[in-house]
């Protein structure tokens, strides 16, 4: 055992973080042809995302000189200041910040990591996946798109489909692949562990020397999160949202953007009601996302791309931390 | 004893698992983009040696197992028990059977040091060094002179282990072992 300490030093070559610096100087590039204005909103904000399954951390802030600390949030994405701004007619405009997940670590996830978010008034969810695979094109190598909806990713790799399984048969199939034992879960839960275990390691697998990124698209309406739903050529309700997958990991979150406010009350309160069940605390909405969405949100797509793991599949390696200075054992 | 929640899964981790000890051997997190994490953990069942995969949700815990590591120094045998002493000075004794002592049995040499793992106070298991010296007991006579050839024959330990060696070795012979591969590693320096 080393009795000097390291862990001073960082984590990652200093050869990463050049190619870190020429990777942020693309996606600029990339934007500024595109005229796609690039913003700041506040990592610090009083309200959060309402998903039960992201967990924000949490500041004491004080606002003034001589006040009380009032509870603030470090962003676990910048969405609703980026809506907001949408909402005041800012057009196209993209943001890379920093975004902070609380209890996310693994050799995949920092609890604090680096985020590339673009929003696109006037596209639809496949003119969004068509910009990403350029921009893909653009920092990485040329590629080609491929896209397989959620179903047919289960009905290729599993032979069930998705919306159709009845829980018994997905809760039995679930368990016997993965010999998880644990308690009965919800339907999405049983999807979501087939998705990770079953179903990714195979998505974006390259082909021979070349990247083949995937695109998972249409998602269960229950995993809408806020994106749009609609009812699709088979006459299912689907989520308009995709997920893009290279080598096995998955990159970016794009929506087909969620406009009408009393859904987006909706699935709040549904969020905050799940949450109670959980026993986490609930989440106070946004009230000045309401009211820009009440103002009017553009027809838009958006999209979340995670830059560390971009930086992971440009410099091939699996570990968020060879693609770190300091990840949070050192930060 | 205590329990470990899902973020504290690690390798090494001992662990009660369906009533056996376990040892977690690698955790990964895995988390759609959107929803529940989940852990997947390979271990090792410490009683049966089996090796697979199991997956938790990000609430589950588990016990800790009460498993524990020690030096110890191999006595003798009585047929039905392998006697062991704790080198640490208390001189305390275990007797392991045929179970715990498993595939090691072949690699035993009195006054020899072995790791055993106590389960509850009791050998669950003896794993050998990395590498044993042991006297050879019963080979075909050395071919003097062929030291280079790639040639080998089989040779068995005064342990019972038999094992490939190079054919110059002869009976009587002391010679370092891989327990590992079970492959002749050198002649031991005496």
């Known amino acids: 055992m080393a009795s000097t300490s390291t862990l001073w030093q960082p984590s990652c070559s200093i050869e990463m973080l050049k190619s870190r610096a020429e990777l942020y100087a693309q996606v600029r590039a990339f934007f500024c042809a595109r005229r796609v204005i690039e913003v700041e909103t506040p990592l610090l904000s009083v309200s959060t995302a309402t998903d039960p399954q992201l967990e924000s951390v949490g500041a004491s802030l004080k606002t003034g000189f001589g006040l009380e600390g009032k509870p603030y949030f470090l962003n676990t994405s910048p969405e609703f200041p980026m809506k907001r701004l949408l909402a005041a007619e800012s057009g196209a405009i993209y943001q890379i910040c920093k975004t902070f997940r609380n209890g996310e670590s693994s050799r995949r996830h920092n609890p604090e990591f680096s985020m590339l978010e673009w929003y696109r008034p006037g596209f639809s969810l496949h003119q969004l996946m068509v910009e990403m695979t350029e921009l893909i094109s653009a920092v990485l190598e040329p590629v080609d798109i491929t896209k397989m909806s959620y179903q047919s990713a289960f009905k290729h790799y599993l032979d069930i489909d998705p919306f159709d399984v009845d829980i018994d048969s997905l809760a039995k199939l679930a368990r016997s692949l993965t010999d998880y034992q644990g308690p009965e879960m919800t339907r999405d839960d049983y999807l979501n562990l087939l998705l990770c275990v079953c179903i990714e390691p195979h998505l974006g697998i390259d082909d021979g020397d070349m990247l083949s990124p995937v695109f998972l698209y249409d998602y269960p309406p229950s995993q809408a999160s806020l994106a749009n739903v609609y009812q699709n050529d088979d006459g299912i309700e689907v989520a308009q949202r995709f997920e893009l997958y290279i080598r096995g990991l998955e990159l970016a979150n794009g929506y087909f953007e969620l406009t009408d406010v009393a859904e987006h009350g909706r699935r709040f309160d549904e969020d905050n009601h799940a949450r109670k069940e959980l026993g986490l605390p609930t989440i106070p909405i946004d009230q000045n996302f309401l009211a820009a969405l009440e103002s009017g949100l553009p027809i838009c797509s958006g999209v979340a791309l995670g830059l560390d793991r971009l930086l992971m599949v440009k410099e091939n390696t699996n570990a968020i931390a060879d693609v770190l200075a300091f990840p949070i054992d050192r930060a | ?190």
């Not at chain 2, 090494?12 to 690698?26: A, N, R, T, Y």
């Not at chain 2, 990000?58 to 039905?80: H, N, Q």
């Open chain 2, 1 to 190: 004893m205590a329990n470990y929640s899902s973020s504290e899964f690690r390798s090494g981790l001992k662990v009660m698992l369906d009533g056996d000890p376990c040892i977690m051997l690698e955790n990964e997190s895995v988390k759609p983009g959107k929803g529940q994490a989940f852990n997947r953990v390979k271990l090792r069942n410490l009683s049966t040696g089996r090796v697979w995969e199991r997956t938790f949700k990000s609430s589950e815990s588990l016990e800790a197992a009460d498993v524990m590591e020690y030096d110890m120094e191999y006595l003798y045998t009585d047929g039905e028990f392998w006697h062991f002493m704790m080198t640490d000075g208390s001189f305390e004794q275990h007797g392991a059977d045929e179970k715990a002592v498993g595939d090691c049995i072949k690699w035993l040499k009195e006054q020899d040091q072995y790791t055993v793992t106590l389960y509850n106070g009791a050998p669950l298991s003896v794993t050998p060094p990395n590498f044993v010296e042991l006297e050879v007991t019963e080979t075909d006579p050395g071919l003097k002179g062929d030291t280079a050839q790639g040639g080998t024959k089989p040779a068995t330990f005064s342990s019972g282990a038999t094992i490939n060696v190079p054919l110059f070795i002869n009976i009587g012979e002391v010679l370092r072992v891989d327990t590992r591969t079970g492959e002749y590693v050198s002649r031991a320096k005496s």
